[in-house]
Structure formats: structure tokens, C-alpha cells
């Protein structure tokens, strides 16, 4: 019989390690709520009609897509099959997909809903997502996104929170140097303009943003099958390559951009959201005006933002940006902007366990395991245990009858905090032997200053 396996791409996540990505999941969904985001979930599958379209060409490629029920290939035609065009297929006998990201599916949420919604409108999302790309490290098929976006307003201060809950949700977790970094579409568009490639620059967008996966030399080569001059090119890496603080930069670009209105307004705008921050009494630490950034999905149309856990083997753990006319890809005559942003929890995982910064207290999986000699202190400690349940203590007993020792190795692998170890003498006096699992101390208490020492 042969063994079983995963879809590449896939994981199952056994105890130990869904406890510390519950530690990552109860951190982001805390913070969410601090700044009143609202939870919402949506269906693991769309129509294709909602996804396609919304990632760029390259996004489309890797969508997942679900199979029609029933005899999807009867109303196909001889000629057809023959064909072997597999997107012409596609468009027949696949209509569902799974969900690509957390946004589309949220923006076609508000369009449906938009007449129960309150505007602006803060809501929070946390589900898989599946994507059919190449598996490797830090990138899989199904992975957990948390999204917080909000939708109905033009203002930059959304902006500048995103900033200050990615800073909150990477103190909670203990992570100390990163780099947030930021940009605006409109700056981009500026630097198109600058080189006179105005008419091309999705294509640049695109290419911009595989600097990091692919290296310069790759994106040159890119950019000169699209059709780009080798001036064109010695211009847009000039202003690549520009070093600086933020407040430079800017400066720089502000006189590049004096024709470019694109440019001229997304430089105003960054620096709007870092004003936002001085006025919230936070500092532009961690914060990082990044003219390479281009965050490759399409419907991004303002500010972006990336985030790096440095000094780590790990792409970005988090990234996002403002979009104004997702909502109208649906049909919405008013057209709402958006803003958002969603971290990956399956790479904050893995950073956080090259730094090894999960508290040992997630490893921990009940705070109480009661063990016993004999059927009569079995059946004494099960009283003992309701009462530390309704006391709010989480604990187990041992359910079957064995020596001490493996009862107490027991609790050492599977990282219970105290043993509560109940024999005759314990049962008559009423004083119960309780053992610190991890300092090795025990000490005979009452059950109540048990509970209350536990509390």
C-alpha cells in the first residue's frame, strides 16, 4: 500500500507548533482589535470572474482553479480537446477558484454589501489563501494571510496606522530590528515619465518588483525585451541606486519630479504619512523610503509598504499599499479607495524561529496534569480537577493507571507547567503535593491555595 502524502507546498502543523503560531495569531488579531478592526471571513472559493484580472497576467497564471461538478467535459468539443489549449479549456470547465489573497475577496464583500456597511469601513481577516506557486522556503501553495484594511476613505492617517500596528504587533512579539519599508505608485510613475516610458509602466512596475527575487542584471535583460533604450535603463538605475536617509531622498526626487504630477503627489503624500507619525508622538524608525519598491500586484495605486525582518533567511513577513479602483473593478459606481495591509504568518514563523523567540510559555500545553497511585485517588483527583476547570486553570488528568514516573514524563513532554501528585496521604490530609515541572520544586498546599497560587 502506498504511504500518504502532501500536495508540494502544504503542511500539516502538529501541537507544538500551532502553539506558536497561536502566540503570532493572538499578537496580530489583538492589535487589530486595539485600532477597532472588525472581524470577517469570506468563502475559500470565488468565481473566477471576481479573481481574474485583478493580479496582472502573472497573478492569474497562478490561481488555483476548481473543477466544474458533474461532467464538466460534456459540452466540449471534439476539436476542442484536440486543441490542447489548456487556458481555452480552462474558461469551460472551471469557473471557481480558490481565493489568491484576502483583498479581492474583501472588495467584492463591500460591493455586495455596501448598503450595511458604515464607512469608512476597518475590518480584519485571517484565512488561507493558495497560490500555485514554485515551492521553496518561506513560500508555499497554502498559507494563513491576516489582513487589516480599511475602505471608504482618502485619508493618509490609514497609512500612517499601518505603520504604527506593524511596529505594535513586532514589539508584542519580540522582534526588535526590521525595516518598513515604503513607496507610492505615483513615485514610480514619476520616475516612468522621467525616463520617457510613461506608456510602459506596468511593464516597469513588474520588472521593478523582481529586483530582489531575480538581481539587476535579470531585470535589464527583462526591460530590453519590452523594449527599453540602454539610456532609458542607465536613467531609471540611476535613481534606483540613490543612498540616503528618507528625509534626502525626498528631497532629491522632489526636484526630478518638478514636471511630474504623479511624482509631485506621491512624494507629498509619504511625506503626509510621516508627519501622521510625528503628530501620534511616534518616531520614523524601522521606516524606510524605498524607490525600488514595487510591489508586483496590479491594483495598488498609492502608497506601499514592505516589510523585512533583517538578518534573517526570510522575504518579507508583511506588505500592502492603498487601491483606488478595486471596488469599481466590480461594478461600483462610486469607486471606494481602500488601504491595507496582511502579514504572513507562515514566515514570521520561520523568522521567529531562526531568532528563537518564542517564549517557552506557548509551549505549554495544559498549566495542571493531576497524576495518582490507585483507583480511589483516581477517582479523588477527578473531583480535583473539576474544580480547577471552573476555576479557569487548564488541566488534565492522567487517564490510566501507572507508576508516578511516567506519569511525570508525560508531563514533561508534553510541557505542562505544574504536576498536582495526590497518593492516600495526600487524600486524607488534604494537603496536595504540587511540582514546578520546570524548576523540579514541590510543595504540599491546600487545593484552594493551589487555585489561587495558579489564578
Known sequence: MEK?????????????????????LENIRQVFRNYGFQPLETPAMENLTTLTGKYGDEGDQLLFRILNSGDFLKDISNPELQARNSKLLSSQIAEKGLRYDLTVPFARFVVMNRNEI?????????????????????RYREFLQCDADVVGT??????AEIILMIREVFRELGILDYTI???HRGILSGIAEAIGAAENDTTLFVAIDKLDKIG???????????GFTENRLASLFEMLHVKGSTVNKLALFSSRFSASEKGSKGLRDLQEVLNYLTYYSASDEHVEFDVTLARGLSYYT?????????????????GGGRYDNLTKAFGDKDNLSGVGFSFGVDRLYDAMEELDLFPRETQISSTVLVCHFDDETLQYGFGVLAKLRAAGISSEIYPDLAKIKRQLEYANKKVVAFALVIGSAEKESGLLALKNMATGEQEKITLEQIISKLQ
Open 118 to 138: 458604515s464607512f469608512p469601513f476597518r475590518r480584519y481577516q485571517i484565512q488561507p489563501v493558495w497560490r500555485a506557486d514554485r515551492p521553496q522556503k518561506g
Open 154 to 159: 482618502d485619508s493618509l492617517l490609514c497609512e
Open 181 to 183: 519599508k515604503v513607496n
Open 4 to 24: 500518504p502524502t502532501l500536495p508540494k507546498g502544504t503542511r500539516d502543523f502538529g501541537p507544538a507548533v500551532m502553539a506558536k503560531r497561536h502566540f503570532i
Open 302 to 318: 498609492g502608497c506601499i509598504f514592505e516589510v523585512k525582518i533583517n538578518h534573517v533567511g526570510i522575504g518579507s513577513v508583511s
Open 216 to 226: 539587476e542584471d535579470k531585470v535589464k535583460e527583462e526591460l530590453r525585451t519590452k
